[in-house]
């Protein structure tokens, strides 16, 4: 079992940068690969990045690649998502998962999820 809360949303101005981290519990964590989602109002629940156990191997959305960075700290059970150059668009309830499969870019393939934070952009 994993469980993961997310923090570090919060309001910023285009352009501007937020760091967001997931913090977990549970022994599998170390074990298990990490994405971030996020979901915009009235619109489907979209991946954005996903690291694998070993931090070997990271994968982007187009929408974000150049300007979002995916990172874990194992020793800590912590999982991070930098966001730069932020725009209006990336607003959104951001969500962290985790699989103890592969990493994937499709949201069922995650079994474990946590309660999401707000960003929001303003422009």
């Known amino acids: 079992q994993v469980q993961l809360v997310e923090s570090g949303g919060g309001l910023v101005q285009a352009g501007g940068s937020l760091r967001l981290s997931c913090a977990a519990s549970g022994r599998l964590f170390s074990a298990a690969a990490l994405a971030w989602f996020r979901q915009a109002p009235g619109k489907d629940r979209e991946f954005i990045a996903a690291i694998t156990w070993s931090a070997s191997n990271t994968n982007y959305a187009d929408s974000v690649k150049g300007r979002f960075t995916i990172s874990r700290d194992n020793s800590k059970s912590m999982g991070y998502l930098q966001m730069n150059s932020l725009k209006p668009e990336d607003t959104a309830v951001y969500y962290c998962?985790?699989?103890?499969?592969?990493?994937?870019?499709?949201?069922?393939?995650?079994?474990?999820w946590g309660q999401g934070t707000q960003v929001t952009v303003s422009a």
């Open positions: 998962a985790a699989t103890t499969g592969e990493i994937a870019t499709v949201e069922q393939w995650y079994d474990y």
